[in-house]
């Protein structure tokens, strides 16, 4: 079984920053792309960034320069650096991972980033 933990969300006022982690442990035989998405209430969950497994990233056009993803192979684990944060970034922010040779996904259960104006 493959799990993945999300960490590091909170509270935090407009402007300011955090850093969420997502450790992926298990049977892991390669991890291809990770990424991160959001949900907001009565809202779908939307893509916010992803990053290969060589590297390449692509971000929502509404993250763009204020968040980074990164991702550090020898621990399984993807970051999502997240800078000048809004009011809006409020949401449930949950780790994807497509692991293994028929590239199934795996979800972490989220963590809850709040932004007060």
């Known amino acids: 079984q493959v799990q993945l933990v999300e960490s590091g969300g909170g509270l935090v006022q407009a402007g300011g920053s955090l850093r969420l982690s997502c450790a992926a442990s298990g049977s892991i035989y390669r991890i291809n792309a990770m990424g991160w998405y959001r949900q907001a209430p009565g809202t779908q969950r939307e893509l916010v960034a992803r990053i290969s497994s060589g590297g390449t990233t692509n971000y929502a056009d509404s993250v763009k320069g204020r968040f980074t993803i990164s991702r550090d192979n020898t621990k399984n684990t993807v970051y999502l650096q997240m800078n000048r944060l809004k009011p809006e970034d409020t949401a449930v922010y949950y780790c994807?991972?497509?692991?293994?040779?028929?590239?199934?996904?795996?979800w972490g259960k989220g963590t809850l980033v709040t932004v007060s104006s």
């Open positions: 994807k991972g497509t692991i293994g040779l028929l590239n199934m996904d795996y």
